[in-house]
């Protein structure tokens, strides 16, 4: 029986790359898009029927290289965040910002960071833990500018002038708060 134009053709192909199971799911409904995505330790890669296989094996690795890099960001660990923090206050604070703790905690509801000058101790909001890293290093930096100048006024703004994504991460940030209906705040 022949098949309309506007009847949906899907095809489920699946396939092992560089170790991971990849379920590739064709779709005639798919124009130009690709996602990708986990479901039951596999990647479910979703692709336009038109694509050749050439052009389907390079979405295939792309998008298993984005979605373990997002993982990868995800797992980020307490210690990996001081070792980022010493790394970014000897880069763009001279040294002078010594945290003695810095570690991700799950009840910031109406901040990305926040620290305590009297013990050099600094908390990340968990809902930065998957964000790129140039938005985690804002958040750290504007942390640890907090050790040395506790405001926000032009003192504390005039340490963060050295990192050149200040404004894009603080755009950043904003973005994702009003998108999510959050009140979260860098002031």
């Keep these: ?4 134009r506007h009847e949906l053709r899907r095809e489920v192909v699946e396939t092992v790359v560089d170790g991971v199971t990849v379920e590739v799911r064709r779709s005639s409904r798919r124009r130009r898009t690709v996602s990708a995505y986990r479901q039951e330790g596999r990647l479910v ?3 336009p029927a038109r694509l050749t296989k ?4 390079e979405w295939v690795r792309t998008m ?3 979605v373990t890099a997002s993982e990868k960001r995800r797992r980020r660990s307490d210690d990996d965040l001081l070792t980022r923090a010493a790394r970014l206050s000897a880069t763009y604070l ?6 003695t703790s810095v570690r991700w905690v799950s009840n910031q509801e109406t901040r990305w960071g926040s620290c305590t000058p009297a013990e050099a101790s600094i908390r ?4 930065v833990r ?10 750290l930096l504007h942390e640890l500018a ?3 100048e506790p405001g926000h006024g032009a003192a504390f703004w005039s340490l963060l002038d050295g990192y050149p994504r200040t404004e894009r991460a603080r755009g950043y940030l904003q973005g994702v708060a009003a998108t999510a209906g959050l009140t979260l705040s860098d002031e």
């Design 130 to 139: 998957g964000m790129p890293d140039w938005v985690l290093d804002y958040v």
């Design 54 to 57: 050439a052009e389907e094996g």
């Design 64 to 66: 298993l290289a984005r």
């Design 124 to 127: 990340i909001s968990d809902k």
């Design 45 to 47: 890669v979703l692709v």
């Design 146 to 148: 907090h050790l040395i």
């Design 94 to 99: 001279d040294g002078r910002a010594r945290a």
């Design 1 to 4: 029986m022949a098949r309309s």
